[in-house]
């Protein structure tokens, strides 16, 4: 990336290639919780402009914890555009089973995981949208 040389902090290649910028296949990067996606210098865009480096790399992952983003780079009347996706294919995965899991991959939420996956959900609405007090879910 001109004479800049920045480092992704994952990145996945096919087995058998060798380890070069232009042999990546899937780009991860992971920020503290602290930094937002849209952030200037460490958010989506940082990922983003790293798949465009990676002429080979089809996916890419940008994760804080909180929030997690996946993307499928496309190219479009010569444009590269990336395309939010649910999630990337594991090993051996077409992107359609990517996208929709099968019955026997889903698990029961245990403890109180699903309680606070929706406190979570409910606290980014109520911050991001300018709702005070509101119980969006319940009794988050």
């Given at each position: 990336?001109?004479?800049?040389?920045?480092?992704?902090?994952?990145?996945?290649?096919?087995?058998?290639?060798?380890?070069?910028?232009?042999q990546a296949q899937i780009?991860?990067?992971?920020?503290?919780?602290?930094?937002?996606?849209?952030?200037?210098?460490?958010?989506?865009?940082q990922l983003q402009s790293y798949m465009t480096a990676c002429p080979n790399v089809i996916y890419g992952v940008w994760t804080n914890s909180l929030e997690r983003f996946c993307y499928r780079k496309v190219t479009r009347d010569n444009l590269v555009v990336y395309e939010d996706?649910?999630?990337?294919p594991r090993f051996g995965q077409t992107e359609t089973e990517a996208e929709r899991p099968r019955f026997d991959q889903?698990?029961?939420?245990?403890?109180?995981?699903?309680?606070?996956g929706f406190r979570r959900c409910h606290d980014y609405i109520a911050g991001n949208q300018g709702?005070?007090?509101?119980?969006?879910?319940?009794?988050?």
């Amino acid at each position: 990336m001109g004479s800049r040389k920045p480092r992704a902090d994952l990145v996945v290649f096919s087995s058998g290639v060798s380890h070069a910028q232009e042999q990546a296949q899937i780009i991860v990067e992971c920020k503290a919780q602290t930094v937002k996606s849209a952030d200037r210098k460490d958010g989506v865009g940082q990922l983003q402009s790293y798949m465009t480096a990676c002429p080979n790399v089809i996916y890419g992952v940008w994760t804080n914890s909180l929030e997690r983003f996946c993307y499928r780079k496309v190219t479009r009347d010569n444009l590269v555009v990336y395309e939010d996706i649910p999630d990337i294919p594991r090993f051996g995965q077409t992107e359609t089973e990517a996208e929709r899991p099968r019955f026997d991959q889903l698990k029961p939420a245990t403890s109180d995981a699903l309680l606070f996956g929706f406190r979570r959900c409910h606290d980014y609405i109520a911050g991001n949208q300018g709702l005070q007090n509101l119980k969006l879910f319940g009794n988050c």
